[in-house]
T-cell receptor, first 116, second 115 residues
Framework: DADVTQTPRNRITKTGKRIMLECSQTKGHDRMYWYRQDPGLGLRLIYYSFDVKDINKGEISDGYSVSRQAQAKFSLSLESAIPNQTALYFC???????????????FGPGTRLTVL | AQTVTQSQPEMSVQEAETVTLSCTYDTSESNYYLFWYKQPPSRQMILVIRQEAYKQQNATENRFSVNFQKAAKSFSLKISDSQLGDTAMYFCAFRSETSGSRLTFGEGTQLTVNP
């Protein structure tokens, strides 16, 4: 079974609809992240959470909200989807940090979201 | 703020040959970490190699190695004996010690290995 799962894998929706993307992990990591990937822009951080009570905005949080329901679950919501939120969305997790701090992030399989 | 730049949107290489992907970054911090991630057509993000800035020695993982030039703020990835399975998008990423595990990614380089 995959360590980091995302649902749905693909979603097409209409402008103005509320959408929730879900992420679950079995790695036991405290830290979780949401990124979006756009062609030519790489991955950009939307929100991140270091534990259930600690949620922080990333570089592009406008139009998004998150919920950390448990250590293993981190959801991303688009309250009112718009076409320029069409992108590939990734959830990732990491441990507190290895010696030296070079902790690897483990990514889910991604959700392809299309907003019409 | 840190920035990461990959100036080669696309590259191609013949199978069994060597290719180098470029990455430059900008930071005022002295200690940080650099990563190369691979994204094959399956779109799964896979860590290829990691380098700690305080280590002089360049990291190596089998056919993958880096050329880390701290003064020049350059972090290139060399793939030796390229294989068809190396065809993927490659992302360079940066993390500083003060960024709380957050990664800053470059734009990506699409590598195609031709038979």
């Amino acid at each position: 079974d995959a360590d980091v799962t995302q649902t749905p894998r693909n979603r097409i929706t209409k402008t103005g609809k509320r959408i929730m993307l879900e992420c679950s992990q079995t790695k036991g990591h405290d830290r979780m992240y949401w990124y979006r990937q756009d062609p030519g822009l790489g991955l950009r951080l939307i929100y991140y959470s270091f534990d259930v009570k600690d949620i922080n905005k990333g570089e592009i949080s406008d139009g998004y909200s998150v919920s950390r329901q448990a250590q293993a679950k981190f959801s991303l919501s688009l309250e009112s989807a718009i076409p320029n939120q069409t992108a590939l969305y990734f959830c990732a997790t990491s441990d507190f940090g290895l010696a030296g701090g070079g902790d690897e992030q483990f990514f889910g399989p991604g959700t392809r979201l299309t907003v019409l | 703020a840190q920035t990461v730049t990959q100036s080669q949107p696309e590259m191609s290489v013949q199978e069994a040959e060597t290719v180098t992907l470029s990455c430059t970054y900008d930071t005022s911090e002295s200690n940080y970490y650099l990563f190369w991630y691979k994204q094959p057509p399956s779109r799964q993000m896979i860590l290829v190699i990691r380098q700690e800035a305080y280590k002089q020695q360049n990291a190596t993982e089998n056919r993958f190695s880096v050329n880390f030039q701290k003064a020049a703020k350059s972090f290139s990835l060399k793939i030796s004996d390229s294989q068809l399975g190396d065809t993927a998008m490659y992302f360079c990423a940066f993390r500083s010690e003060t960024s709380g595990s957050r990664l800053t990614f470059g734009e990506g380089t699409q590598l195609t290995v031709n038979p």
